[in-house]
């Protein structure tokens, strides 16, 4: 939690102000037994005075209504302070997230991450808003009472002692044993967020298969698991009250025990004993709080940690500091490769010693089987991932010594997944270029083939996009894809993958349209068809995560036996040859 106390820099103020306002109120809560006690003693068994009675009865209404006020300007700060850090927390952790390179974000895992970002950090949250309130009164008022219990009575306030100690000596042992339990329930609970995020994602595919059953026994399973580890956490926290409340009353018994006797016997007054009883039970109550303090800390210390492990995962893709470095514009290569190997956290290899150049304005074409590593390869382009051994070069310049903005720049990306944000077609279409017109966004719409049905929705540019773009099939989504990493011409255009879900039609008219209205773009292919790179200036035919073979479509079929199996597999041998 400590290391969490920097979000709370812009909100000195609160933090100060809140405690003393309930500080305020404890000192008010501490007088009123004294009150009651001059009531007793004084107003009714010495002077017998209905009027000093009610007077002293005046006095503890406005110590109570001072005791509300004080504690709804320390709730006011205590909300103002918890909610301003929690925002500022889920900032911060967003921007770190965006901040880590695919190999830090496949370690933690998306629903990690999502829980980490919501329930954790409301947590978190929680737990500052409640140690504004009540981590200064509740020690205050058991010290305090303690102290008064000793002005009044210095034998009986060992029993306040006792009562005090076995209380404490409870709470460490309790939160020993379930801070571990804590974070194991978190845990559990990302388990069952992974669950939740693959049946919402993969419904139709569930239902597809008649496999609802199954995954509700999966669901069953993993929260069984967590209500298994929270009935423990429970059961060791329901202790809490009960023990408290038990040796708080046997302390409230024995005070009126051992105090009827010093009454009977001179030494005391009854208001006295009342005051004690009084104090015994503000003690308890600030027991409870404190028991229940411990539980919310507990939980949060454990929300902490799970959320500075995400800030202390440094991303293993450092950004060059400098913010533009001079390359060579007229360099014959726009990208090349030597000598690259590269691993994921596994460290087994899934690129060995690549080595190919692309001409600026070149198509260059990647095809393999599934799992050979074309999109491990250029993910390395734009430093998604860093290589193992070698170096990327783009415009003679390693792409390690690029800021990221400047080589992103360059490069217009379409992802294996085809990712539409909610919104419109037109917000869509402007993220590589917010100040697109609509003019420069038709036109590239009609080189991705995608304009046809988008002039045919009834809003054209303005029609809704779903999240993830739902509300388009797979081929329309990829085309709108394709058009946004169109926008503002950039110098290489990435295309992972992104033909499959396009007709033969399709495919052949889009490449055409590429060709013409792109000539002076430098363009990769990632693909399974033979018929996606055929016409491209150099093909590489990938296998095992090396290069089987490099050439044109003519040199592969006649040279490269992986590219010829691949192209006979897919059409006949006489269109092949």
């Known amino acids: 939690m400590l290391k969490l106390r920097r979000f709370l820099a812009d909100y000195k103020k609160e933090v100060v102000i809140g405690p003393i306002c309930k500080l305020f109120e404890a000192i008010l809560e501490l007088l009123v037994p004294l009150v009651m006690a001059d009531i007793i003693d004084v107003g009714i068994n010495t002077l017998h005075d209905s009027g000093y009675v009610l007077g ?11 005791g509300l006020t004080s504690a709804l300007f320390c709730q006011y700060f205590a909300s ?12 911060a952790l967003l921007k770190h997230i965006n901040s880590l390179s695919y190999a830090e974000l496949d370690r933690l895992g998306t629903p990690s991450l999502i829980t980490r970002m919501t329930s954790d950090v ?10 504004i309130r009540l981590l ?15 002005t009044i009575n210095l034998q009986l306030s060992l029993i306040f002692f006792a009562a005090s100690v076995l209380i404490a000596l409870t709470l460490y042992v309790i939160t020993r044993k379930s801070v571990p339990l804590f974070s194991s329930a978190q845990k559990k609970l990302d388990k069952i967020g992974l669950i939740t995020r693959e049946n919402l994602s993969g419904s139709r595919v569930i239902r ?18 967590l209500a298994r580890t929270s009935v423990r956490v429970s059961k060791l926290s329901a202790l809490l009250s009960p023990v408290t409340y038990a040796v708080t009353d046997a302390a409230i018994i024995a005070i009126v025990w051992f105090g009827a006797v010093k009454v009977n016997a001179g030494d005391m007054q009854t208001g006295d004993i009342v005051a004690l009883v009084s104090y015994m039970t503000q003690i308890l109550l600030a027991m409870v709080v404190v028991a229940n303090l411990v539980i919310l800390m507990t939980k949060a210390s454990a929300c902490a940690e799970r959320i500075n492990e995400v800030f202390e995962t440094k991303p293993s893709v450092k950004e060059n500091a400098i913010q533009n470095i001079s390359v060579n514009e007229k360099c014959a290569d726009m990208i090349r490769f030597e ?7 596994d460290g087994k290899d899934v690129l060995t010693d690549i080595s190919f150049a692309v001409p600026r304005g070149a198509t260059l074409g990647i095809i393999g089987g599934t799992g050979c590593g074309k999109s491990s390869l250029i993910r390395l382009i734009p430093r998604f991932y860093d290589v193992s051994g070698g170096s990327v070069l783009i415009d003679g310049a390693d792409v390690r010594d690029y800021p990221f903005a400047q080589l992103r720049r360059k490069m217009g990306i379409v992802p294996q997944n085809s990712v539409l944000f909610a919104g419109t077609i037109r917000d869509n279409m402007k993220w590589r270029a917010p100040d697109a017109t609509d003019e420069q966004i038709i036109a590239v719409l009609k080189t991705a083939q995608a304009y046809e049905f988008v002039s045919r929705l009834s809003d054209g540019l303005d029609s809704h996009v779903e999240q993830g773009g739902r509300n388009f099939s797979g081929g329309q989504r990829q085309r709108l894809c394709i058009a946004r990493a169109l926008i503002g011409s950039p110098e290489l255009l990435i295309l992972d993958d992104s033909f499959s ?7 052949s008219a889009l490449r055409r349209a590429l060709k013409q209205c792109a000539a002076d773009m430098t363009m990769i292919i990632v693909t399974q068809r033979c018929a996606s790179v055929r016409e491209a200036d150099i093909i590489i035919c990938m296998d095992d995560g090396r290069i089987a073979g490099c050439g044109t479509h003519e040199a592969l079929m006649r040279d490269c036996g992986v590219y010829r199996a691949i192209c006979l597999s897919q059409q006949s041998a006489e269109v092949s040859a």
């Open 339 to 345: 000598n690259v190997s590269f691993h994921y956290n």
């Open 208 to 225: 597809a298969f008649s496999k609802q059953e199954i995954e509700n026994r999966r669901v069953d399973a993993a929260t069984d698991d």
């Open 122 to 131: 409301n947590q978190v949250q929680q737990s500052i808003a409640m140690s």
């Open 136 to 150: 200064t009164r509740a020690p205050f008022i058991i010290v305090g009472s303690l102290v008064m219990a000793m």
């Open 56 to 66: 002293r009865g005046a006095l503890m209404v406005l110590l109570a209504a001072m």
């Open 80 to 91: 103002k302070a918890s909610q301003g850090a929690g925002t500022k927390i889920r900032r």
């Open 501 to 507: 879900a396009l007709d033969m039609a399709t495919d």
